[in-house]
């Protein structure tokens, strides 16, 4: 059984930064394109930052580029989001993905950013 747990997420003020990390099992994480995805209340999901099988290409959503990373550790099966500067705007659950033939998503986590 496929699981993604996230972790990390929590309340922030503007400008700080938060952690996401998210763990796998029940796959073989090295051969997946992870991603993360938000959705804010009331918004479609968004890609957020996706990275290749081995980490060699990663994308990013355009109001994230140069704030936002993502970064994996196939011997830990975990996928990293570095969020630094962070705007009231980023407000929203953050999901996991994996994708290969078929698509996981984990169970989200809440990241706040306000005052």
């Known amino acids: 059984q496929v699981q993604l747990v996230e972790s990390g997420g929590g309340l922030v003020q503007p400008g700080g930064s938060l952690r996401l990390s998210c763990v796998a099992s029940?796959?073989?994480?090295?051969?997946?394109?992870m991603s993360w995805y938000r959705q804010a209340p009331g918004k479609e999901r968004e890609l957020v930052a996706s990275i290749t099988s081995t980490g060699g290409t990663t994308n990013y959503l355009d109001s994230v580029k140069g704030r936002f990373t993502i970064s994996r550790d196939n011997a830990k099966s975990t996928v990293y989001l570095q969020m630094n500067s962070l705007k009231p705007e980023d407000t929203a659950v953050y999901y996991c993905?994996?994708?290969?033939?078929?698509?996981?998503w984990g169970q989200g986590t809440q990241v706040t950013v306000s005052s």
């Open positions: 029940g796959l073989t994480f090295r051969w997946y394109m």
């Open positions: 993905n994996a994708y290969r033939s078929a698509r996981y």
